[in-house]
């Protein structure tokens, strides 16, 4: 019968087994993360091809617990989305990366990644002005990055809040674009500052010529539109030169550096300033 240790095996199937066990486990975990400063902020540089300069870092979070180790933001984020933890994660990073990029020697600018849930849910205006002036970071070197999900409902609340940001003087960066629900009617009511392609496209660019051709079309519609375009995730310098062929002033990957620890960031700065 399915009530014996063997009728279970083939109820669950072991992939299912491990995420449900897992996503228990990673719950549990989380909910006391941060009271255990088990979370950390780790920044990404930007850089700009046409000065030739870092512009600014991406903050992402970290998480590292005793047991299970180092577990990837791709993973409990939504773990974080689905409990109900996700609005205080993404509140600490916030007043984190902004109190971090308050101190560092050069005015650059932050991004900050927003959960779908937390654009849904809190009050995103009041949250970032409150980070801001406790941090005393100048809302002009705050962006946000929100993905195109956000998009997708609640419509006149998401341009609200949007909105709100940007009359706080912060940019927003729309992540991800192009692996979404993208439509070009969101890129014109939405106040976009920024669209950032994907990886995805980034590195079928010296493999597959349509791609080039779609990252073409990103760019100049962007460009056309006034926002700027970020590619991710650029490993190699074929990407980067193909990038600068079609346009494309900022990039960001392990080819410039991948994300730094806190303590590293000065240092990458000081390097980076130097060559
Ligand atoms: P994302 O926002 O698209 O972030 C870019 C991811 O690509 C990061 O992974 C980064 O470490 C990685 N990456 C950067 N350069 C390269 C490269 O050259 N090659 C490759 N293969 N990867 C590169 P990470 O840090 O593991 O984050 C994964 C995702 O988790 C993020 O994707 C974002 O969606 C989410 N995430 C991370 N931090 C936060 C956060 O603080 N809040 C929220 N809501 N989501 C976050
Ligand atoms: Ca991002
Ligand atoms: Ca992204
Ligand atoms: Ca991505």
Redesign the pocket.
Known sequence: SKAGGRGRASFYSPHMSTGVVRRLQLERALRNAIALRQLSVVF?PQLDLDEGRVVGF????RWRHPDLGQV???EF?AVAEDAGL?NEI?EW?LVQSCRIAAQWSRPLSVA????AVQVMTQDLPALVERALRQSGLPAARLEV?ITESVLLNETEATLAQLHGLNRLGVRIAL??FGTGYSSMAYLRRFPFDKLKID?CFVQALNRDPQARVIVRAIIDMATGLRMATLA????TPDELEALRAEGCTLV????VA??LPVEQVEPFLARHAAS
Not at 252 to 255: E, F, M, P, R, T
């Open positions: 990404q991406e903050a992402l979070v990837s933001p791709a984020i996700i993404g990073v900050v990644n927003l959960s990055e992540d991800d990886r991710e995730g650029v490993e960001q990957g392990y080819l991948p994300p």
